[in-house]
């Protein structure tokens, strides 16, 4: 990633998270979720399903944001070493790991170039970093980093289906003022299934799990109380017609060096 693609980034960032600051939380019903996680409709949970058992083992937060999921994992006994290029995301996970007695290494990093020698974690995790960074980069660098027969859990926005993302373009365009669409960077480009599965071919081990289908469009037809079950609804129909994961909104990637 070029200097100034980082910079945007980083700026972009800083303003997200610049209002969290001063916020030591750890997210209660998140970390309930992680300590627990028995329902696999919910992409989190399915993610740390597959980490598996961290208590004792590095594991790394690769684009770690404000820290909310490098927290709950160091509650969940691992050695968490959290990296981003936002250097305020850094200061609210720093002070958040702070407040609440947690031992957890953050530091101010690049993604796609970092500092750490080969091999030097268990596990790794990213939670909506790879389409930010680019897939053959960031998986590259994932698997330096991994010692033999770790693993790397990815959560990814998908852009498979030509005409979702057609519909999706036409909506933003005119009513994303209204329905307050998340913002991006000019270099955000969400995955396709077919990009991963190639680099899945040269990991040892590669699982892909796709998810969201009605609830892409929520904020157009959805009252909040109803998300969740459009998320159970979702998962049950990827799961009975794996077909249709061409048109799903989101993925959970599990790597095995």
Known sequence: MDIGRLREEAEFANKQYARMLGDTRIDATL?????????????????VRLLGDMRGKDLLDYGCGQGQEAACFAMLGARVTAIDISEIGIRVGQEMA?????????????????EFSECSFDLVHGLGILHHVGLAEGLSEAH???RPGGVAVFLEPLASSRLVEAVKGWIETRLGQRLNLTSVTSGEENLRLKDIERECESWTH?????????HRARKLFLPRKLWDLSLRLDYAILTTLPPLRHFAGAVVVQLRK
């Open 31 to 47: 970390l309930a979720r992680y300590k627990h996680p028995h329902q696999i409709w919910d992409w989190c949970q399915r993610a």
């Open 98 to 114: 702070a407040a609440n007695n947690l031992e957890i290494d953050f530091r101010v990093m690049s993604c796609t170039a970092t």
């Open 144 to 146: 330096r980093l991994l």
């Open 206 to 214: 590669g699982r892909i799990y796709p998810y969201r289908l009605t």
